[in-house]
Each structure stands twice: as structure tokens, then as C-alpha cells.
T-cell receptor, first 112, second 111 residues
Framework: DTGVSQNPRHKITKRGQNVTFRCDPI?????LYWYRQTLGQGPEFLTY????????KSRLLSDRFSAERPKGSFSTLEIQRTEQGDSAMYLC??????????FGSGTRLTVV | QQPVQSPQAVILREGEDAVINCSSS?????VHWYRQKHGEAPVFLMI?????EQKGHDKISASFNEKKQQSSLYLTASQLSYSGTYFC????????????FGQGTTLQVKP
């Protein structure tokens, strides 16, 4: 088991472009979470999946954000029409029930 | 609904002890603790579940007062490697696994 893998590690994009991030969770974990973290803050919840079902999406998340987890395996997070305020570290985590998260190394997004 | 952590920052000498507190306004199912070093992802330290069960690192201790929705993380005989930012994450009684993280407590251990 190699842990939670996220790609790419870094992404620089121009404002208005679309970006997609990928997360490969630990295979035995049925729960997968996306968080966003800015400098000096704790991770902010975006959305989560149990198997392939997206069970909750943050009300803070605009319609420009969408996530999928086909077949309950890897997950993708897409941001459409990026804005400078989207610049952040995007963290993926997976877990089993009643246990802690294993975070991936994150994708750092910079919107210029 | 974000849990409140205190203190915001702590500076210690090696071997000294520290306590980090986390307080929520909501009834909780569990409290998690994570440590994050600069430029790295948060690393799981401990989970404290409603009912008293705890899982995590043997060298880390913590408490969870379910009635007060408060948790404390105890760092004893601190080492240089303990430096980092500590986050508590609270899970409400819906038991979805979704965590709301506090703003963090920065710990610096000096030689």
C-alpha cells in the first residue's frame, strides 16, 4: 500500500481556465474526502464520497467545483473558470470507518 | 461551527510539556488530532470516539470530554520533532467521517 496519491503536485493556470486534479486513495478505504487549505488556516471541507456516492458538498462551494469518484476508486476534482481566490492547496484524504484520515501530499494550485 | 483551538502558538524547550485544547459548540461523535509540518500534508495522530475509545500513536495522549465537547492533546517531554502545527478535527453525531478542522496551534520546540 503506497498511501494516498495526488496528481499533479503543482498546477499553475491562467484565470478562467479549467483544471482537474486526481486522487488515488488507499484501496481498502471506502471514504474519500476533498479539503482546501490556505496559508495559516486549517483544512476546509469541500466534499466527500462513500464508495462512489457523493454524500455531501460544502455549501461554500460554488457550482464551478465538481467532483467524481467513478466505481468507488480514484476521484477527480474539477474547477471550472478558475479565479484567483481558488489558489490554495487541495488535499485529498481517505479513511475507513472510525479511524483517522490518511492525507495525500496535496495539489498546490496557483491561479495567475 | 469551526472548533476553537487554544493556545494559537506555543514555544517550548526540549523536554517540556504542553497542552493544546479544542472546543466545539456542537455535540460530537469524535475528535481527531493531526500534526502538519511546513510544506507537508497533515499526519494523523489520534482519534477519540464518543464512549471512550481511543486509537492512535502510543506516545501521544489526549482526552475527550463528551459533555463539554472539549478535547485536549498532551505533549510530554517534547522533542524537536514535535514542532509543527496541530489541528483538531471534529466529527458531529451524524458519524459521516466528515471533519471540521480548527484554526491550528503552532508548536515550536527549541533545543
Amino acid at each position: 500500500d503506497t498511501g494516498v496519491s495526488q496528481n499533479p503536485r503543482h498546477k499553475i493556470t491562467k484565470r478562467g481556465q479549467n483544471v482537474t486534479f486526481r486522487c488515488d486513495p488507499i484501496s481498502e478505504h471506502n471514504r474519500l474526502y476533498w479539503y482546501r487549505q490556505t496559508l495559516g488556516q486549517g483544512p476546509e471541507f469541500l466534499t466527500y464520497f462513500q464508495n462512489e456516492a457523493q454524500l455531501e458538498k460544502s455549501r461554500l462551494l460554488s457550482d464551478r467545483f465538481s467532483a467524481e469518484r467513478p466505481k468507488g476508486s480514484f476521484s477527480t476534482l474539477e474547477i471550472q473558470r478558475t479565479e484567483q481566490g481558488d489558489s490554495a492547496m487541495y488535499l485529498c484524504a481517505s479513511s475507513g470507518a472510525d479511524y483517522g484520515y490518511t492525507f495525500g501530499s496535496g495539489t498546490r494550485l496557483t491561479v495567475v | 461551527q469551526q472548533p476553537v483551538q487554544s493556545p494559537q502558538a506555543v514555544i517550548l524547550r526540549e523536554g517540556e510539556d504542553a497542552v493544546i485544547n479544542c472546543s466545539s459548540s456542537k455535540a460530537l461523535y469524535s475528535v481527531h488530532w493531526y500534526r502538519q509540518k511546513h510544506g507537508e500534508a497533515p499526519v494523523f495522530l489520534m482519534i477519540l470516539l464518543k464512549g471512550g475509545e481511543q486509537k492512535g500513536h502510543d506516545k501521544i495522549s489526549a482526552s475527550f470530554n463528551e459533555k463539554k465537547q472539549q478535547s485536549s492533546l498532551y505533549l510530554t517531554a517534547s522533542q524537536l520533532s514535535y514542532s509543527g502545527t496541530y489541528f483538531c478535527g471534529t466529527e458531529d453525531e451524524s458519524n459521516t467521517g466528515k471533519l471540521i478542522f480548527g484554526q491550528g496551534t503552532t508548536l515550536q520546540v527549541k533545543p
